[in-house]
């Protein structure tokens, strides 16, 4: 289903709610123009259609208003609602919305024979000529001269009227049923032979009136407030039963004994017993009101009906123009044309009931819609929804073969009619539908300087309207005279409101659009007044405040009223001229303070036009904004900028130490390379060592044996031999050699672990003992756990079980190794224990399985300070330390997590809380995965002496 245009799709909300309550009121008064016809040809049988049409009423009124709270844009009501319910059969739906717009259609020709006839009704039994059919043609016009200027002038006639109308009727009937009460000359009840097509064309009229009570809901899409608008459904449906049911049974009550009753308007003078002289001048007021209501009521809401048709795609998009006023104008004037064809026909009885055919039709359609989308929530009573549609399909049959096959015929085709009508009004040029707008010329009157040319012609046109009406009062009167009171009474009614009807036309087409301009034009300027964020006030030039917007009444925590008087320099002391400042500040923005509010205040002079210049008034308006944030972030962003350049410093010092990282690391190479070189000849060494003490064993056995051979050697050997205190040499020289064997055999152990922990020479994974990584890590830290100052020397507690030879990259599990005994022994060098407390490492190797995956898991613990919950989570961050700036990198432990965990498919947690030391648990699987070796080991320097030293910065 196809839209109309964009441009079209959007009705103005300029209706208040009162006056879309005037049109929810109206289905009421059609009561009056059924009630007492049918009264006459039923007799008491009239209840038995009134009571089942006034249940239904009711059920629709209270459908309706769920229906219109689900679409709250849609215009038209009932009609429009149709589509929605039957979306899988758009042609039904058009064919019921076109037979229940047809039948409002036919309201106003109708509504003008019957003030035709109660005008003719007045004069015609004295003699007195009566131009009927210039009086249907003006009674027509009335209403379409009324909507052509406007809704709200519409809106306005209705108001005016509707209140008395509803409020006399239910006098009418509440007095009525009183009297009838206390009453002993009442009618009898007196039931005929009923008959089912009779009651069936009766209430295929009946539900014209009992039905349309739901009317207010089609003002829905232009209404200011849609949800009160529809309140006016359940109040209408609580008045159906009093109306309806308890004033026909009056009228039954009253007038049936009374056999020369022929007329409906005899029938409401049934009333003359309890209201005496004036039921004549009441009933006329109410026939006409009645008349005049409805005929507004339909050239409200039929254009509507083919609007919203129009947006659905159902019919032509010229009948979406919609002007600046809210005003229809094709619709008005196809609305128009038929209403004038209906009144060529003339035939009231044939009108009613060949449009309430399609009228029924198109509530047997939408009881139909609701019963197929009976499983939405805004569906009520569905299963009674179907056998509405059940019955009313019957009744219209039923009823329509009761009066007339032809005409039957004629009530079912209609609707296809009517669209062939609309289909070919689209086909016309839309421009030929598009007059001057008379909207933008009127607003450019209101808005500019005052037209004098404008306004002369409204005041000759108010003297010539009073002069007209004295002229045309003082040639009816004449005729009148000749009556007696009651008709002069009756017809001056008449006249009256036909008067009034014709001076809101007027005022609608001269003053009411000027009046409504400058009252729209007044409330969008008061609207972006308070719509404005920042604060604006109206000040004197002293700074007394005279209006204030929302903005600073919600700045300064108080209302308009509290505001207004008082000095704007004394709420906001930092503005106040000083002495040497001769007035305030003007198109300067000014700072001040409020409670803790940073505002910025601009003072500027408002300024009128005078002729060909402008010239400042003596007033000031103040523009105040709350730049609390603004000062808030602008703070923030230097305390950033700052933030900012000293992680610039850091970063700075860190790639320094990155890049001695990287020489050290080089450095370490050519260290490895160098132990590599000194193992060759220092293992010569310490093996020539042993036969170097041998030897020397056997020169101190040779020269013990000849001190004992030559007890007395010769003078020169005794001096030799003391000047070499061979005693002592005998004595020392094993020591000497003993103790350069334990030298060479220590330099060979630490060559040894600086080879093992490096494995340059190896390749990249191997199958190997963690544990001898464990030992040579301890080796290169050896002096770090001797006892330094204070602290004493650290333990190192192994608690190794048998493992297997682990797959891995043994350098670089080496370096995970190294940094955490090296984070082990700075946590207890940081930490200051008792006496009692000794630092310790304990370090845990076991096997280890992991989701079936075999492997050796390794614990480094200490008893040192423990880590805060708030820092655990960011040790593995690259760059995050807790150490003091120049001390670590905050590179160990997240090398480590990515050592063990991207490239030995490991696991690496942390255990810690503070006061309890520090866990940390690694678990390598037995064997590696096959993948190519990662990058980041690929050409990794090996971690030797010199990276030790680099490495000790720890994390």
């Given at each position: 289903?196809?839209?109309?245009p964009?441009?079209?799709?959007?009705?103005?909300?300029?209706?208040?709610?009162?006056?879309?309550?005037?049109?929810?009121?109206?289905?009421?008064?059609?009561?009056?123009?059924?009630?007492?016809?049918?009264?006459?040809?039923?007799?008491?049988?009239?209840?038995?259609?009134?009571?089942?049409?006034?249940?239904?009423?009711?059920?629709?009124?209270?459908?309706?208003?769920?229906?219109?709270?689900?679409?709250?844009d849609?215009?038209?009501?009932?009609?429009s609602?149709?589509?929605?319910?039957?979306?899988?059969?758009?042609?039904?739906?058009?064919?019921g919305?076109?037979?229940?717009?047809?039948?409002?259609?036919?309201?106003l020709?109708?509504?003008?024979?019957?003030?035709?006839?109660?005008?003719?009704?007045?004069?015609?039994?004295f003699g007195?000529?009566?131009?009927?059919?210039?009086?249907k043609?003006?009674?027509?016009?009335?209403?379409f001269?009324?909507a052509?200027?406007?809704t709200?002038?519409?809106?306005?006639?209705?108001?005016?009227?509707?209140v008395?109308?509803?409020?006399?009727?239910?006098?009418?009937?509440?007095q009525?049923?009183?009297?009838?009460?206390?009453?002993?000359?009442?009618?009898?009840?007196?039931?005929?032979t009923f008959?089912?097509?009779?009651?069936?064309?009766?209430y295929?009229?009946?539900?014209?009136?009992?039905?349309?009570?739901?009317?207010?809901?089609?003002?829905v899409a232009?209404?200011?407030?849609p949800?009160?608008?529809?309140?006016?459904?359940p109040?209408?449906?609580?008045?159906?039963?009093v109306?309806?049911?308890?004033?026909?049974?009056l009228?039954?009550?009253?007038?049936?004994?009374?056999?020369?009753?022929?007329?409906?308007?005899?029938?409401?003078?049934?009333?003359?017993?309890?209201?005496?002289?004036?039921?004549?001048?009441?009933?006329?007021?109410?026939?006409?009101?009645?008349?005049?209501?409805s005929?507004?009521?339909?050239?409200?809401?039929?254009?509507?009906?083919?609007?919203?048709l129009?947006?659905?795609?159902?019919?032509?998009?010229v009948?979406?123009?919609?002007?600046?006023?809210?005003?229809?104008?094709?619709?008005?004037?196809?609305?128009m044309?038929?209403?004038?064809?209906?009144?060529?026909?003339g035939?009231?009885a044939?009108?009613?009931?060949?449009?309430?055919?399609?009228w029924?039709?198109?509530?047997?359609?939408?009881?139909?819609?609701?019963?197929?989308?009976?499983?939405?929530?805004?569906v009520?009573?569905a299963?009674?929804?179907?056998?509405?549609?059940?019955?009313e399909?019957?009744?219209?049959?039923?009823?329509g073969?009761?009066?007339?096959r032809?005409?039957?015929?004629?009530?079912?085709?209609?609707?296809?009619?009517?669209?062939?009508?609309?289909?070919?009004?689209?086909?016309?040029?839309?421009?030929?539908?598009?007059?001057?707008?008379?909207?933008?010329?009127?607003?450019?009157?209101?808005?500019?300087?005052?037209?004098?040319?404008?306004?002369?012609?409204?005041?000759?046109?108010?003297?010539?309207?009073?002069?007209?009406?004295?002229?045309?009062?003082?040639?009816?009167?004449?005729?009148?005279?000749?009556?007696?009171?009651?008709?002069?009474v009756?017809?001056?009614?008449?006249?009256?409101?036909?008067?009034?009807?014709?001076g809101v036309?007027?005022?609608?087409?001269?003053t009411?659009?000027?009046?409504?301009?400058?009252?729209?034009?007044?409330?969008?300027?008061?609207?972006f007044?308070?719509?404005?964020?920042?604060g604006?006030?109206?000040?004197?030039?002293d700074?007394?405040?005279?209006?204030?917007?929302?903005?600073?009444?919600?700045?300064?925590?108080?209302?308009?009223?509290?505001?207004?008087?008082?000095?704007?320099?004394?709420l906001?002391?930092?503005?106040?001229?000083?002495?040497d400042?001769?007035?305030?500040?003007?198109?300067?923005?000014?700072?001040?303070?409020?409670?803790?509010?940073?505002?910025e205040?601009?003072?500027?002079n408002?300024?009128?036009?005078?002729?060909?210049?402008?010239?400042?008034?003596?007033q000031?308006?103040?523009?105040?904004?709350?730049?609390?944030?603004r000062?808030?972030?602008?703070?923030?962003?230097?305390?950033?900028?700052?933030?900012?350049?000293?992680?610039?410093?850091?970063?700075?010092?860190?790639?320094?130490?990155l890049?001695?990282?990287?020489?050290?690391?080089?450095?370490?190479?050519?260290?490895?390379?160098?132990?590599?070189?000194?193992?060759?000849?220092?293992?010569?060494i310490a093996?020539?060592?042993?036969f170097?003490?041998?030897?020397?064993l056997?020169?101190?056995?040779?020269?013990a044996?000849?001190?004992?051979?030559?007890?007395?050697?010769?003078?020169?050997?005794?001096?030799?031999?003391?000047?070499?205190?061979?005693?002592?040499?005998?004595?020392?020289?094993?020591?000497?050699?003993a103790?350069?064997?334990?030298?060479?055999?220590?330099?060979?152990?630490?060559?040894?672990?600086?080879?093992n922990f490096?494995?340059?020479?190896?390749?990249?994974?191997?199958?190997?003992?963690?544990?001898?990584?464990?030992?040579?890590?301890?080796?290169?830290?050896?002096?770090?756990?001797?006892?330094?100052?204070?602290?004493?020397?650290?333990?190192?507690?192994?608690?190794?079980?048998?493992?297997?030879?682990?797959?891995?990259y043994?350098s670089?599990?080496?370096?995970?190794?190294?940094?955490?005994?090296?984070?082990?022994?700075?946590?207890?060098?940081?930490?200051?224990?008792?006496?009692?407390?000794?630092?310790?490492?304990?370090?845990?190797?076991?096997?280890?399985?992991?989701?079936?995956?075999?492997?050796?898991?390794?614990?480094?613990?200490?008893?040192g300070?423990?880590?805060?919950?708030?820092?655990?989570?960011?040790?593995?961050?690259?760059?995050?330390?807790?150490?003091?700036?120049?001390?670590?990198?905050?590179l160990?432990?997240?090398?480590?997590y990515?050592?063990?965990?991207?490239?030995?498919?490991?696991?690496?947690?942390?255990?810690?809380?503070?006061?309890?030391?520090?866990?940390?648990?690694?678990?390598?699987?037995?064997?590696?995965?096959?993948?190519?070796?990662?990058?980041?080991?690929?050409?990794?320097?090996?971690q030797?002496?010199?990276?030790?030293?680099?490495?000790?910065?720890?994390?």
């Amino acid at each position: 289903m196809t839209s109309g245009p964009s441009q079209f799709s959007r009705l103005p909300r300029s209706l208040s709610s009162f006056e879309t309550w005037g049109f929810g009121l109206t289905g009421l008064l059609l009561w009056l123009g059924i009630a007492p016809a049918m009264q006459i040809e039923l007799g008491w049988q009239a209840l038995a259609v009134w009571i089942p049409g006034a249940l239904v009423g009711i059920l629709i009124n209270l459908q309706v208003q769920r229906l219109g709270q689900q679409w709250t844009d849609l215009a038209g009501g009932t009609p429009s609602y149709l589509s929605r319910l039957l979306p899988e059969t758009p042609w039904l739906a058009t064919y019921g919305a076109l037979g229940y717009y047809i039948s409002w259609v036919a309201v106003l020709p109708v509504n003008a024979i019957v003030l035709t006839d109660l005008v003719q009704a007045n004069l015609t039994p004295f003699g007195i000529d009566c131009p009927t059919l210039l009086l249907k043609v003006g009674f027509t016009a009335i209403a379409f001269i009324v909507a052509f200027s406007g809704t709200r002038a519409l809106g306005v006639l209705h108001l005016f009227f509707v209140v008395p109308a509803i409020s006399l009727i239910l006098l009418f009937c509440l007095q009525g049923i009183g009297w009838v009460a206390l009453s002993q000359t009442v009618s009898a009840i007196t039931w005929g032979t009923f008959q089912i097509g009779d009651w069936a064309k009766w209430y295929v009229v009946a539900s014209y009136a009992v039905y349309a009570c739901e009317s207010g809901a089609a003002f829905v899409a232009d209404s200011r407030y849609p949800q009160k608008t529809l309140r006016i459904l359940p109040i209408a449906a609580a008045l159906i039963p009093v109306i309806y049911l308890a004033g026909s049974w009056l009228l039954l009550a009253l007038g049936s004994a009374d056999a020369s009753i022929t007329t409906p308007y005899e029938q409401l003078l049934a009333a003359s017993p309890f209201w005496g002289e004036g039921a004549a001048f009441v009933v006329t007021f109410l026939l006409a009101s009645a008349s005049l209501l409805s005929c507004a009521t339909a050239v409200s809401n039929t254009p509507r009906m083919l609007y919203q048709l129009s947006l659905d795609g159902q019919l032509p998009p010229v009948f979406a123009q919609v002007s600046q006023q809210g005003i229809l104008g094709v619709g008005l004037l196809v609305t128009m044309l038929l209403s004038i064809a209906f009144l060529w026909w003339g035939d009231i009885a044939q009108i009613v009931f060949v449009t309430g055919l399609g009228w029924l039709g198109s509530f047997a359609i939408f009881h139909w819609g609701l019963w197929r989308q009976r499983q939405q929530a805004y569906v009520r009573w569905a299963r009674w929804s179907l056998g509405f549609a059940i019955a009313e399909g019957l009744i219209v049959i039923v009823g329509g073969l009761a009066w007339n096959r032809l005409d039957l015929l004629w009530g079912l085709l209609l609707p296809g009619a009517i669209w062939a009508i609309c289909q070919l009004v689209g086909l016309i040029p839309a421009q030929l539908w598009r007059p001057p707008d008379r909207d933008r010329t009127l607003a450019a009157h209101s808005l500019n300087a005052p037209q004098q040319d404008w306004a002369l012609v409204q005041i000759g046109g108010l003297i010539g309207l009073l002069s007209g009406a004295m002229i045309v009062s003082w040639v009816i009167h004449g005729q009148l005279d000749r009556l007696p009171l009651t008709n002069q009474v009756n017809v001056l009614v008449v006249v009256l409101m036909i008067g009034a009807a014709v001076g809101v036309a007027i005022a609608g087409w001269t003053t009411l659009p000027q009046i409504s301009l400058i009252g729209e034009a007044r409330e969008r300027a008061e609207q972006f007044f308070n719509m404005a964020a920042d604060g604006i006030l109206v000040l004197q030039i002293d700074g007394t405040i005279r209006q204030a917007n929302a903005a600073s009444q919600s700045l300064f925590r108080t209302d308009e009223g509290t505001l207004q008087g008082r000095s704007l320099y004394d709420l906001l002391p930092d503005l106040r001229p000083t002495a040497d400042v001769r007035g305030p500040t003007i198109n300067v923005p000014l700072k001040a303070t409020l409670v803790n509010h940073v505002l910025e205040v601009t003072l500027s002079n408002s300024q009128v036009a005078t002729s060909s210049e402008y010239t400042p008034t003596e007033q000031l308006v103040a523009v105040i904004r709350d730049i609390t944030e603004r000062q808030a972030a602008e703070d923030a962003l230097r305390q950033k900028a700052a933030e900012l350049q000293q992680l610039l410093t850091r970063l700075t010092q860190t790639q320094s130490q990155l890049v001695q990282a990287e020489k050290m690391s080089s450095l370490g190479q050519l260290v490895a390379g160098v132990a590599h070189e000194i193992n060759n000849p220092l293992s010569f060494i310490a093996g020539n060592i042993t036969f170097a003490q041998d030897y020397a064993l056997d020169l101190m056995q040779a020269i013990a044996v000849y001190q004992q051979t030559y007890p007395s050697p010769p003078p020169k050997v005794t001096q030799t031999l003391d000047r070499l205190d061979v005693d002592f040499l005998c004595a020392d020289f094993p020591k000497l050699l003993a103790s350069m064997k334990d030298g060479s055999q220590r330099i060979l152990h630490i060559v040894q672990s600086l080879k093992n922990f490096s494995r340059h020479d190896e390749s990249p994974t191997k199958a190997v003992d963690l544990y001898n990584g464990i030992e040579s890590t301890l080796v290169i830290l050896r002096n770090r756990l001797k006892a330094s100052g204070p602290r004493p020397a650290i333990k190192v507690v192994q608690q190794l079980e048998p493992i297997p030879l682990v797959e891995c990259y043994p350098s670089a599990v080496n370096q995970v190794l190294m940094n955490l005994l090296v984070n082990a022994v700075d946590a207890l060098e940081s930490v200051e224990l008792d006496d009692t407390a000794t630092p310790t490492i304990t370090i845990t190797g076991h096997p280890q399985t992991h989701h079936d995956v075999p492997g050796v898991a390794i614990t480094v613990a200490d008893n040192g300070p423990g880590i805060p919950a708030a820092l655990r989570d960011r040790l593995c961050d690259p760059f995050f330390t807790t150490k003091p700036l120049g001390k670590g990198t905050g590179l160990g432990l997240s090398i480590s997590y990515q050592v063990i965990v991207e490239n030995h498919q490991g696991r690496f947690t942390i255990e810690s809380e503070p006061g309890q030391g520090a866990q940390f648990h690694l678990w390598l699987p037995q064997s590696l995965e096959p993948r190519p070796i990662p990058a980041s080991l690929a050409d990794a320097p090996p971690q030797t002496a010199a990276g030790a030293a680099a490495t000790e910065a720890g994390s």
